[in-house]
Structure formats: C-alpha cells, structure tokens
DNA sequence: CGCACGTGGTTTTTT
DNA sequence: ACCACGTGCG
C-alpha cells in the first residue's frame, strides 16, 4: 500500500509526506509537486492507520484548490471524504460556527455578507450615523474593518490616536452590532468569530485539539495573522501543523497575507528542518533558469533554487510592440502558428498585470477568430439577478436581515420611493426593531410587500429547495420584470432570466450533491463558493488572465504582456514598502507558469485611462540574463533610448506629476510592428527625431495612417505635444 | 419613480 | 476608454 503511494517520487517528497507526527515547513518551489505532497501524506497517513479521516484537518485558500485535493485524495485512498475536514479556512470556520452557533452567539440560520452586502451594509450604516461618506471612502471603512478583524482585532482593541481613526473605530464597533442585530457575519467576521470560539470556549477547543491530530495547509505564505492564530489555536500543544508554501509565491501581501508566518511557524512549532522541494518538473531550463535569475534580486528569500532534469529547451522570445494593437497583433500571429503546429489553443495563456488589458487582447483575438476564455469576471452569485433572487430567499428566511430587505422592497417597482424607505428606516431606529418588524405595522404599500413574503415563505414551507427557488421567481415579480423589458435592455433582460434558470439548476445539483440540501445550507453555498460556475472546461480555448489568478496554473506556453515599467512593476506598487519586492514575486510566479515556451512583450505605447501613454521596458526584462532570451525585434539597449522631460512627455486633464520616458528607437531590420499601413514603411515612426519650421524640434511619440490621412503625435520640446497631419505638415526627419 | 446625463476613478483578489 | 455612482428633470 505505501510502496505504491511512494513510488516515483523524489527523497524530499517522500521525506515529506513520510515525517513522523511533527510540525513542519515544506518549502515547495513552483512546480514541485506541492499538492501531491500534501495529498500523498494525508493518504499515507490515514492507509497507515497513523490516524482516520475524522482526524485529518486540511486548509486550503480556495475552494478550487480544496475540491482538486479531494479529488485526488479519493482517487488515492477507497474512502469517504464527506466526513473529513477539508475546505477553505471560510468553509471550516463556517462549519464550526453552524455546529456551535449558541456558544458562538449566532442565530442558527446565519447569513454570510459578501464584500458586496458588506459594503452596502456599511453605507447604509454610515448613512444612518451621520458620517460624511466623502471623508470616510466606504470602500476605506470596508478595508479598514476587514483588514482589522485580520489581524485579530475587535474595534475595542484597534489603537486610534487620532479623531480620523476614532471615527472609523466608531462606525466599525456600530456596524459589528448592526451586523449582530441583523444575524449575519461577513468573511472576515466568519474567521475571527470561530478563533474567539476557539479561544474562549475550553471545551470546545480541547474537543477540536483532541481531533485534529493533524493539520495541514496548502500556500501558507498566503495566511494572514488571523488565520494563523485560528491554526496555532487549534494545533494546540501536541498536533502537528504540516505546512507547504512558497515565500517567492507570495502575492498576496496587499491583502494582508503575512510571509511572515513562515518564519514564526518555524519558531513556535520548534521546526526541526524545514524541507525543501526544489525539483521542478513542470519547466524546461531556460525558463527556470529566468526565473531563478529574476527572484535572486529579491532580499529577505528564505533560500530556495528550482532546479529541473530537463534541458534547456527554447530561448525566451521577446518582442517589442510599437503600440498595444501592435502586441496585440503579434501574439495572435504567433498563435495561428503554434495552432498550426498542432498546440491546443487551451495550453496556451495571455498573462498580463491588469485586468484593463485583456481589452485589446480580446479585440485582436475576436478579429482573428480565435477563441478564448477570460478569468475573473463577474461571478455567478453576484449577478444582480442571482443577487435580488437570493435576497428574497433571505428575508423569507430571516426577517431581521435589513440587507436583503433594502435590495428588493422596490424591486421590482412597487411604488416604494426613497422618501418612504428612509421614512421606515427612521421608525425602525425609533422604535429599536429590525426594518421588516417595523414594516408590518406600516400600511399600503409596504406592508403589501410584508405580506408577499410571508406569503412566498408559508407557500414554500414544504417544498424541495428547487421548487422554492422556482415559486419565488414567479411570485416575486422577477421573472414578470425581466420578461417585461424591450427596446435595447431586451437581450440583457434575456439573459438574466436564463442565469435565474441557472440558479434553479444549481438548487437541483446542490440537492443532488449535499447531504444537507436547507435553504440555509445553499444559502451559504452562495456566499461562500460564488463559484467559477463557467462552463466550457471541455472547449479548446486560449486563458486569458492576471498574473495573480494565474497562479498554481500551467500551460505549454504562456505570453507574459505589458513588461512596461509602471504598467509591471505597476506604478502604485513602488510606493509602498516592499511593493516592488511583491511584483517582482509576481514576475517570479508568471515566468513560471510556462512548461515550454515564453514570450516576453511590450509595447512602446499603449492606450490607458483613456489616453495614450508612454513606457519603457519592464526593469524585470532587464534582470533577465541576456542569454536566455532572444529578440524578436532588435534588442533594447541603454545607448539607443531617447529621454524625454516630462513635460513634453505628458499632456494628460489635471496635471498629475508623469515619469520621464524613455523610447526605444525602432530599426530598420525590425521585422514587425511600427503600426499600420504606411507606418511601417514611411521615415515616421516611433521615436523618430523631427523638426517643424514653426514647433521646432521634436521626437514623434504617435503614429496613426488610417489610409491618406496619416497623422503623428509629435511632443515638440519647446511647443508641448502636437498631431499634425503628414500630408500638410513640413516635417523633416533630423 | 425612472431615466438621462455628468463626474470621478481606474493593481492585483479570495472568501 | 470605460464603468459605477450621484444628481436633476420629466
């Protein structure tokens, strides 16, 4: 049984999953068989009866990642995994609540907020105390509260020496109690609420720490401190807390994950060794070898060099675009290629640093006929339709949820305006009660909506979660709204109602799937896998994505695009502490998502927020070990860029302060690029110097030929920026 | 109430 | 360029 678990693997894997019972760091680069460490060792564990399934707690960070780990793990071991403890740290922290709600001082049938729910729930909140919403960014309030429960903290514990901070304590202890009062938790509140049940609860803490024997968590370096108490809370004295992760993986330090628990995981748990897995098998050389060259820049590494057994493989191929459409069309002609060599469009990926990018991308891919699947979207659950739908089922199910009850009281329309709503919300606050209690005592027409979901709730009582999805789709008025729409909203309307067909069939699958198929449970379903729920795995299509939802992927080849300084590294990052060390991470974990072949692109120019901006080759390029890569266009060298001031560089609204630029001439010998049409012949290109008799002198920053009326942007050092069409314009090329 | 228009912001994201 | 949000009018 073991020998087959073991076989084909490496020591350090196999010294992995075979550590006795102890706390341990498994230092796992990209690509090293991560999740089959971690999977192989529960299997191992459990097949060598060192303890069962019900002993086994393993966290991941996303639901994705937990359903693969029990998918392999059945596919290892002829056991039941619905008995076992793996999930997101959300899931299990809801999971313990619901089995705990009286200790935890939840009503039974909890809801989760949404980032969405908790914003609106936050504006509202804000509303009703008087705090100047300009002063106070809601969006801010919602991190500050959040990223404050992350570190552990209620808002009696946040330190605030300042009237600013004061506030914002303020209005986080005053929207904890509105959100107790309401019977719903948001994310954050999920983690923080179960440590507090952990740590204030003996029995249930010693009943937990007398289970888990063995804990174990995928990407640690992903953890932020809340999530590391909860495990160092349960671990207790004497389980052990077996942890994989990569520190040049870790991306997630804007959101408050802490690299820093892997060091004081190897101090608290007393760490013997940590174990390295440093084999790749994923990569060929030279795409390890960039890799390995860029994140060696990076201080505070814990140490850690990929190696793989294959060869070097190809170059990496780097291209240099005129403009974005330029890059944008480059890719899609070495795609047709790859295509034609036989490579699945699916193996392929488009990487770039912000989600604004896929634009042009999606443009050229559409034009050419290729198809393609972007990430990272708009999620099913959080469709507005699914949202109002979802809302019901709530209010139907828990009267004090003032959330759900705001969102459809006037939708659809029913002729309750703001001035009534705000009227109701005042006689609430008056008389102390939750919004639908209050409601109930109104007349007309709110009270008709009372009575409409009490009847949709006593109507349903009895019946099969579909089916009460069903009738409140028909009774609510939604289903009628939607069907009501013409002229231009038509075809939107249309398929909204199919996403709420949609939501029925993912009620009669959930029923299928889950032992508990409540309204409850597939309520939380909803909040807590707002699910990827695309279908189309099967289909041969390009991945279109940011680097960060890249991470954990891998394809045949990958482009990495937009390698432009402040576009990746993204300017924001460079202000704050460590910020280029994060992107340069980011670099790390796109670079090595490629098995077999890499391009490397950017372009001169591109379109961002609107206008045309200006950027020089990504640093990261630049730390790339010259020998690695080969140019497509002519290499990009120090002595060949012009610099531009910034003055003449920009001529963007509100005088925001601009980098200099720097522009890489284009060469004669260049293959590709240069624009359109007669751009790429003509003397005027990109970075071309020229002198007017009336501007003076110049360099051309814009081209644009539609047909004869060729026109260049020209920034002029002592006129500023001019288009001047070529046919009128004398220029001449200096 | 609901639509039309103006304004401001625009890195990354899971739960 | 594009989207989300807020204000003002019919």
Redesign the pocket.
């Known amino acids: 049984m073991n020998s087959s678990l073991l076989s084909g693997l490496n020591p350090e894997q196999r010294q992995a999953i075979t550590l006795p019972h102890q706390s341990a760091l498994i230092l796992a680069g990209a690509g090293s068989g991560k999740t089959r460490v971690l999977t192989t060792r529960i299997a191992y564990l459990i097949s060598n009866g060192a303890v069962s399934p019900h002993g086994i707690l393993a966290v991941t ?5 937990a359903k693969e780990m029990v998918t392999r793990l059945t596919a290892m071991l002829p056991i039941n995994t619905r008995g076992m403890w793996i999930g ?4 299990l922290c ?1 999971r313990m609540l619901r089995a705990h709600f009286r200790e935890a001082n939840l009503p039974q049938a909890f809801q989760i907020l ?2 969405g729910d908790q ?1 609106s729930a936050i ?1 509202r909140l804000m509303k009703a105390m008087n705090v100047d ?1 300009e002063k106070f960014p809601p969006r801010e309030m919602q991190s500050f509260i959040s990223s404050s429960k992350e570190q552990g903290l209620r808002a009696n514990e946040v330190e605030a020496y300042d009237p600013y901070t004061r506030r914002k304590v303020e209005v986080f202890a005053e929207y904890d109690t509105q959100c107790q009062r309401e019977g719903v938790v948001d ?2 509140e999920l983690l923080l609420r179960c440590y507090e049940l952990l740590s204030r609860n003996a029995a249930i803490r010693e009943h937990y720490q007398e289970r888990f024997k063995h804990i174990l968590v995928d990407e640690f370096q992903d953890t932020n401190k809340l999530q590391y108490q909860w495990l160092r809370l349960l671990a207790g004295k004497n389980n052990s807390l077996f942890a994989v992760g990569d520190d040049d993986q870790s ?2 330090a ?2 408050g994950a802490n690299v820093g628990n892997m060091q004081e995981l190897t101090r608290d748990f007393h760490v013997q060794n940590v174990i390295k897995l440093e084999q790749n098998y994923r990569s060929h050389g030279n795409i390890l070898d960039a890799a390995n060259a860029l994140i060696s820049n990076n201080r505070n590494r814990l140490g850690k060099n990929l190696w793989t057994s294959e060869n070097g493989g190809e170059l990496l191929r780097v291209y240099e675009a005129a403009t974005d459409v330029d890059e944008a069309a480059f890719i899609v002609d070495e795609i047709r290629q790859l295509k034609s060599e036989g490579i699945n469009l699916k193996e392929i990926a488009l990487l770039y ?4 990018q896929s ?1 042009v991308l999606e443009h050229a891919l559409v034009s050419a006929g290729l198809s393609y699947r972007v ?2 979207g ?2 099913f659950f959080e469709r507005q339709e699914i949202k109002h739908t979802l809302a019901y089922l709530r209010l139907m199910q828990n009267t004090d949820d003032d959330n759900a009850l705001l969102r459809i009281i ?1 939708f ?2 029913r ?7 705000e009227q109701l919300q005042e006689a609430a606050k008056q008389n102390n009660t939750v919004l639908f209690d209050t409601a109930a005592r109104a007349g007309g027409k709110i009270s008709a909506f009372v009575a409409l979901i009490e009847s949709l709730r006593d109507a349903t009582r009895e019946l099969p979660l579909p089916e009460i999805i069903d009738h409140v789709l028909e009774h609510s008025g939604l289903t009628a709204h939607y069907q009501n729409e013409t002229g231009v909203k038509k075809r939107e309307a249309e398929e909204r109602l199919e996403n709420m067909n949609e939501l029925v069939n993912a009620a009669t699958l959930f029923v299928h799937e889950n032992e508990d198929d409540s309204l409850t449970s597939f309520l939380t379903h909803a ?5 990827e729920h695309q279908a189309g795995d099967q289909d041969d299509a390009l991945h279109l ?5 890249a991470k954990g992927l891998e394809f045949h080849t990958v482009f990495i695009t937009g390698l432009e300084d402040g576009l990746f590294p ?1 300017q ?2 460079q ?2 502490d460590g ?1 280029l060390d ?2 340069r991470r ?1 670099m790390y974990v796109a670079i090595t998502r490629a098995r077999r072949r890499l391009y490397l692109s950017f372009a001169q120019s591109r ?1 961002l ?3 045309v901006s200006y950027g020089m080759v990504s640093s990261f390029l630049r730390e790339l070990p010259d020998g690695l890569l080969h140019w497509i266009t002519p290499r990009v060298t120090a002595q060949n860029s012009y610099t531009l001031s910034p003055a003449l560089s920009h001529q963007g609204r509100g005088g925001a302060a601009s980098e200099a630029y720097v522009y890489s001439p284009l060469s004669p010998e260049r293959e590709r690029g240069g624009g359109e049409g007669a751009a790429r012949q003509s003397p005027w290109r990109i970075g071309q110097r020229v002198f007017h008799q009336k501007f003076g002198e110049g360099v051309i920053v814009g081209v644009e030929s539609s047909g004869a009326d060729a026109r260049v942007q020209v920034n002029f050092k002592r006129a500023g920026s001019k288009w001047l069409a070529l046919e009128y314009a004398k220029l001449t090329a200096v």
């Open positions: 960070f996303t639901n994705k990642a997101t740290f959300h899931g809801n949404d980032s914003l504006k919403g994310f954050s991306i997630y804007f959101r640093r912000s989600n604004a634009r990430y990272g708009l999620r006037n659809p329309t002729g309750i305006g703001a001035r009534s709503i909040s807590l896998e707002a699910g994505m940011t680097v960060h939802s993204h924001n990052s202000r704050e910020g994060e992107e980011l379109m927020h609107g206008q």
